[in-house]
């Protein structure tokens, strides 16, 4: 019987991957998205029945659902070189002249592939089994991030075929499609977190992420273009490494293309500098590459660039203008931002008026000040950048403020990490909007009815010029916005009240504090009872709490000194706001001192919103069962937790008896 199932989650095994095959490298699936996600399920089903054959290059186990501690320093097989650039056909003419003079040979072939705007990484493949996952760094070393790698579906996690090399190293970019970079920001807007300037800049914080739950979510892609080391393959020519790893299961770009004359290699460059906009992921250019492996061994490389291959880049849409003045824009989340004024230029056939600096670093690498001349470039074609200083003309830099330009409040960087400097006041105008639907999310004070479209009419017209007026507003002032009637307003002013009622965990959460969740929320406020004691706490105090870091600690120290906030949280018990947590409400909770282990993919919670409420009721979340354990609440694809508490004895439970717990608190 065992060895029966044991073969029908291996025929699964390889049939789910023949159709990732045919989705991801050939585009051309044979089965519905919900035919695929049956053959998905199905297995999930097998694999937490019998775990005993759970395997980790099971389709089904692509996010560990575990939080990494960090990522580990890794050195190359062969190290990553960075591509040297042309911007011109002249300048392409020029490399090409120095290949051929070099080889002593007049025709070469060569391979064109599209250059994604992305981020390298380096997959090494043990006998056909993804291995390890790594950053390019600085080309000698990067970071390990399999774990993150292994989250994207177009990476194989098992390489198809026989006759696999020993070793097999892969360089491609990961990447991210335009729809996927807009839903991101979209939902990173709601949750009042800073944008992603653009999809490769998305592509690499995610890469970075600790939380591969999170990764997964990202949809990231990836394609192959390079090889590196490689034992037990014969491959003779960059076009053979290309059908090779197509064969084999990895995801190659569908425009590349072998051409025999440098007059071929124009025409493609000539071709996609047209149709660039057609793409549904960002390219600036065309890689060129010698075809043949040993022209290339022949040819070598300089310190930090093949001189085998090259990048053109298309050409950018530039013009040179003056820096008018430099002015400070702060965002919903208090992050100032600098932005050149600049007299108006056509560019690309709009009218420039102002571009973005990104951040004060950025001003310090381009020496720029107010009166200089300076090139800017449509990035992408959209949004307007400068791009170096072309006469320097200013006399007076530009400095870090103290205080922001909107409201005067405090400027602080919380990390040498960080590049952002933030305004701390949390009744700031230029983020106040944003604030106000933090405040009144459901996870925070869970105030219904309060949504974008009231806290807009609320801002614009001064009704709401700080959190506290939201337990000011009467009737007569709902009844004079926009779609207010009796019964809507009745309803908003009761859910402000009731709002008063939510623990301190909640208020705490609410207030906006940076690096403060709702799981530091709750943290906070089952360890001091009440504000008045949290607001008197140290940074030592703080971090002898084990969840607590050193920059949370700092960040809740200066957001309760700053006046701004003493006024509010003295202005919020005025109006009759509970600052407390009780603890009777830890007593109640079925759970209370029992060790929870959190195993699998949950359908209800969020990972953290489950594990926050064992805490809030009095119980302890632990990232690993042994024999402390008291319960582990399973999702979908449980994993080797599930198969350890079985074996231990554990008492275990799904999602829909953890549910059950926490109504019957």
């Known amino acids: 019987m065992s060895e029966a199932i044991k073969k029908k989650i291996e025929r699964l095994r390889e049939e789910i991957r023949r159709h990732d095959y045919l ?134 996690l098992v390489l198809l075929g026989e006759n696999l090399p020993g070793l097999l190293e892969v360089r491609g970019e990961v990447y991210m499609k335009y729809h996927d970079f807009i839903l991101l920001n979209k939902e990173r807007q709601k949750s009042n977190e800073v944008l992603f300037a653009n999809p490769r800049n998305a592509a690499a914080g995610s890469l970075k992420l600790l939380d591969t739950n999170v990764v997964a979510g990202r949809n990231l892609n990836f394609l192959a273009h390079s090889l590196g080391d490689y034992r037990g393959a014969e491959i003779k020519s960059h076009w053979q490494f290309l059908a090779l790893v197509r064969n084999w299961g990895l995801p190659i770009n569908p425009f590349s293309k072998l051409c025999k004359s440098a007059q071929e290699v124009k025409r493609f460059c000539l071709d996609w500098q047209e149709r660039r906009r ?182 614009k017209k001064g009704l709401v010029r700080s959190l506290i007026d939201i337990y000011h507003l009467s009737k007569e002032q709902l009844l004079s916005l926009e779609l207010f009637k009796d019964k809507k307003a009745d309803n908003l002013l009761r859910a402000i009240e009731n709002s008063k009622k939510r623990p301190l965990s909640r208020l705490l959460y609410a207030l906006g504090i940076r690096h403060v969740g709702e799981k530091a929320a709750v943290i906070l406020a089952q360890r001091f009872s ?79 919103e489950a594990e926050d409420l064992v805490r809030r009721f009095g119980g302890r979340v632990s990232s690993t069962v042994s024999r402390n354990t008291d319960i582990v609440v399973t999702g979908d694809n449980p994993g080797a937790k599930f198969a350890k508490a079985k074996q231990l004895g554990i008492k275990i439970i799904d999602e829909e008896e953890f549910s059950k717990l926490v109504e019957a608190s």
């Open 23 to 156: 989705y991801y490298v050939l585009a051309q699936p044979e089965v519905s998205d919900k035919e695929y996600d049956d053959l998905l399920r199905e297995l999930k089903e097998l694999e937490k029945k019998y775990p005993q054959f759970v395997s980790q290059d099971s389709p089904t186990q692509r996010v560990s659902g575990e939080l990494q501690e960090g990522f580990r320093v890794v050195r190359h097989r062969r190290k990553m070189l960075s591509l040297d650039n042309v911007y011109s056909f002249e300048e392409l003419d020029d490399w090409n002249e120095r290949v051929q003079k070099a080889l002593n040979e007049e025709n070469i072939e060569y391979v064109v592939e599209l250059k994604i705007d992305g981020v390298s990484a380096n997959l090494t493949y043990e006998n056909g089994r993804f291995a390890l996952g790594a950053t390019r760094g600085d080309g000698e070393q990067g970071e390990d991030v399999t774990q993150n790698l292994r989250t994207i579906r177009s990476i194989p």
């Open 278 to 459: 057609e793409l549904p992921y960002d390219i600036d250019g065309v890689v060129i590459k010698i075809n043949r492996l040993d022209y290339q061994n022949a040819l070598g490389s300089t310190m930090k660039s093949p001189r085998w291959a090259i990048a053109y880049k298309f050409p950018a849409h530039q013009a040179t203008t003056e820096v008018v003045r430099i002015n400070l824009q702060v965002g919903r989340t208090g992050v100032i931002t600098p932005v050149a004024e600049l007299k108006p230029v056509e560019c690309g056939g709009v009218t420039i008026r102002h571009a973005t600096l990104h951040n004060f670093d950025e001003i310090r690498r381009l020496g720029i000040k107010e009166g200089d001349r300076v090139l800017i470039e449509r990035a992408g074609e959209v949004i307007p950048k400068v791009v170096k200083v072309v006469q320097s003309r200013g006399k007076k830099a530009v400095r870090i403020p103290l205080f922001c330009p909107i409201c005067k409040g405090k400027v602080v960087k919380e990390s040498e990490e960080e590049v952002a400097y933030r305004c701390i006041n949390p009744s700031c105008p230029a983020q106040l909007e944003r604030g106000l639907l933090h405040f009144a999310s459901r996870s925070a004070m869970d105030i219904e009815g309060m949504g974008e479209s009231v806290v807009a009419q609320l801002v």
């Open 530 to 608: 009440n504000l008045d004691r949290l607001m008197k706490a140290k940074v030592s105090d703080l971090v002898a709490i084990h969840e607590i870091g050193q920059v949370m600690a700092e960040s809740i120290v200066d957001f309760f000194n700053s006046k701004v906030a003493k006024q509010l949280v003295k202005d919020l018990k005025t109006a009759g706001l509970n600052t407390e947590e009780s603890p009777l409400e830890v007593r109640k909770f079925p759970l209370n001192g029992k060790t929870v282990v959190f195993t699998g993919e949950l359908k209800d919670f969020r990972r953290f």
